[in-house]
């Protein structure tokens, strides 16, 4: 594998249901994000790790509970959602830190199309 | 706060037709800019970026210069393809500092279909 993957590429469910999002990056980034992309609106920065340590949560409901375990993966655990939740979730990875580096380009994924009933 | 602005979707173009998808933008400070594509059944991928005023931004044939003075960063590209059919998202980036991770604010995205 290589760049940035995510599984499942589509799921479905319901309100009650609890399903996880899984994102890898081959990179050797020690960052990664969470985005949301819903449908006539710009893409939302729901979650920023760095180095393993959550940087950011902008003010993302609980029903959305990010992880990561290394710097290669995160996992967005998904709980009691509601319909409006139904978007593409995207992760993204990045180098950050390194000296004299303007900007540090972020690698998506190709998203994981959420739906749910 | 940061915002983009983009010209609204979607956009339909005949093969070798002059695109343009007009950027404009709100920022504190001296942001980056950049241009992402997103082609159907994919994540985005930087099409092209500019870190500074004047700098212009170039890949495949598109062209984006970044103007300070307009708070603009205009899309171009002088004779399409059918394979630039797309979703182009124009976006800036606040550096963040070397440990919390740069972050990207999106405008939200312009449609582009062109017809052979």
């Known amino acids: 594998e290589t760049g940035v993957t995510q599984t499942p590429r589509h799921l479905v469910m319901g309100m009650t249901n609890k399903k996880s999002l899984k994102c890898e990056q081959h990179?050797?980034?020690?960052?990664m994000y969470w985005y949301k992309q819903s449908a006539k609106k710009p893409l939302e920065l729901m979650f920023v790790?760095?180095?393993?340590?959550?940087?950011e949560n902008n003010s993302v409901p609980s029903r959305f509970s990010p992880e990561c375990p290394n710097s290669s993966h995160l996992f967005l655990h998904l709980h009691t959602l509601q319909p409006e939740d139904s978007a593409l979730y995207l992760c993204?990875?990045?180098?950050?830190?390194?000296?004299?580096?303007?900007?540090?380009?972020?690698?998506f994924g190709p998203g994981t199309r959420l739906t749910v009933l | 706060g940061d915002s983009v602005t983009q010209m609204e979707g979607p956009v339909t173009l005949s093969e070798e037709a002059f695109l343009t998808i007009n950027c404009t933008y709100t920022?504190?400070?001296?942001?980056?800019l950049f241009w992402y594509v997103q082609y159907p059944g994919e994540g985005l991928q930087l099409l092209l970026k500019?870190?500074?005023?004047?700098d212009k931004g170039s890949n495949k044939g598109f062209e984006a210069t970044y103007r300070k003075e307009t708070t603009s960063f205009h899309l171009e590209k002088g004779s399409v393809q059918v394979s630039d059919s797309a979703v182009y998202f124009c976006?800036?980036?606040?550096?963040?500092?070397?440990?919390?991770?740069?972050?990207?604010?999106f405008g939200e995205g312009t449609q582009l279909t062109v017809n052979p």
């Open positions: 993204a990875s990045s180098q950050e830190g390194l000296a004299g580096v303007e900007y540090n380009e972020q690698f």
């Open positions: 500019a870190t500074k005023a004047d």
């Open positions: 990179l050797g980034h020690n960052a």
């Open positions: 790790y760095n180095f393993k340590e959550q940087t």
């Open positions: 920022a504190t400070g001296y942001p980056s």
């Open positions: 976006a800036l980036s606040d550096q963040g500092s070397g440990t919390s991770g740069s972050r990207l604010t």
